[in-house]
């Protein structure tokens, strides 16, 4: 019974305290703040942006830093989350790898970021009846690569979808994987809604293995067979991610030879403009480049969306705040 008034408290009510438990016996409520902490991690850092827009980073106990973000609009309230301290994968254009991956989230860390983002301030402020406003969106593209992590990720979005967790429905969340195929095929057979999106970011192996280093041991055709499978089990239609990197992947060419990949796939693309990274040689696309590249696509009969820029203001970009408090703590 104290058990399942812990876990309402913390993932229903948003109590951040034992102290406000207020049905759990003063005794017990004292002896459990001196025996444990509700969260694994501390804040070491929170930066809101005028779009409601809030990035959290968070410190575990063996100084691990991760960033987590949540995103308001039209009446959506959206977690991105990560999954790893750093990020083995390499890209070269993303912040999270720039210093390799240190560790996979515990299921514990992973659900912490959901609830401490879920108890911020909603822009609207039309809490629940439990108190506190509903995440409707999980996105895990935070640091780190989910599939890297998927027992641990599967575990955390049990919670997160659970009736008595966080109510989140599974169609209403993407996890965005570099591409790797054994892991697709194993998350299409855990029999989950949620939706599949694939970095791809090349229409080609040779471009591609500049951009993302692991395409050179997987090669894209594995990766987009095991997306076939993914939407063949789970009748869920795959997500291609496209980041417009200026001069490098935006060419008229690249985007026809993509029309071409992606033909009779059932895909969608969702393009995302570079967001710049200090230290990093990579550049925004115009935004001819941009609209072009978006014609091309449509014009070859794709379904595309920009990915919008929210909280560029605070550094919510991909892996950017992290590394600037690491640099400089505090
Ligand atoms: N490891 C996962 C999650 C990465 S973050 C993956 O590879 O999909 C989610 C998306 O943001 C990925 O498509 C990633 O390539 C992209 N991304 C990373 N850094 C970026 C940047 N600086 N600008 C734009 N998109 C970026």
């Given amino acids: 019974m104290r058990v399942g008034q812990l876990r309402r408290w913390l993932l229903m009510r948003g109590a951040e305290s034992f ?45 691990g830093r991760i960033e987590c973000v949540l995103i308001q609009d039209a009446g959506r309230r959206t977690a991105c989350i990560s999954t ?12 999270s790898g720039i210093d390799g991956v240190d560790r996979n989230l515990t299921v514990g860390e992973i659900v912490e970021q959901l609830v401490r983002l879920r108890n911020l301030p909603g822009p609207r402020n039309e809490p629940s009846p439990e108190g506190v406003e509903r995440l409707s969106h999980i996105v895990v593209m935070g640091m780190g690569e989910p599939l ?17 967790g966080l109510g989140i429905g599974a169609r209403h969340i993407t996890i965005s994987t570099v591409g790797l195929p054994a892991k697709i095929r ?4 855990s029999g989950k809604q949620y939706h599949l999106a694939v970095s791809l970011h090349a229409p080609n192996d040779a471009l591609r293995n500049r951009i993302v280093p692991t395409n050179d041991k997987t090669g894209m055709d594995a990766i987009l067979a095991a997306a076939a499978e993914f939407f063949e089990k789970t009748g869920r239609q795959v997500t ?3 980041v417009l990197l200026g001069e490098l992947n935006d060419r008229p060419a690249h985007a026809r030879e ?64 992290r590394r600037k408090t690491l640099q400089a703590p505090g």
Wanted: with cysteine.
């Fill in 258 to 321: 993509l029309v071409a990949v992606l033909r009779g796939r059932r895909a969608h693309v969702n393009v995302i403009p570079f967001n710049e990274v200090e230290g990093l040689p990579y550049q925004r696309p115009t935004d001819l480049a941009l609209q072009t590249f978006i014609e091309a696509l449509e014009n070859g009969g794709i379904s595309v969306k920009v990915r919008k820029r929210k909280g560029s203001q605070i550094d919510a970009a991909c892996g950017q705040l």
């Fill in 186 to 189: 194993r998350l299409a057979e």
């Fill in 19 to 63: 102290e406000a438990m207020t049905d759990l016996p003063k005794a017990l409520r004292v002896e459990l703040a001196n025996a444990f902490t509700p969260f694994a991690g501390r804040v070491v850092k929170h930066q809101t942006a005028d779009d409601a827009t809030h990035k959290l980073v968070l410190e575990f106990g063996d100084g």
């Fill in 148 to 164: 890297a992590n998927l027992d641990n990720l599967l575990e955390a979005l049990e919670i997160a979808t659970a009736k008595d």
């Fill in 84 to 95: 790893q301290v750093g990020c083995g994968m390499g890209c070269v254009f993303c912040a």
């Fill in 240 to 242: 291609y991610e496209y």
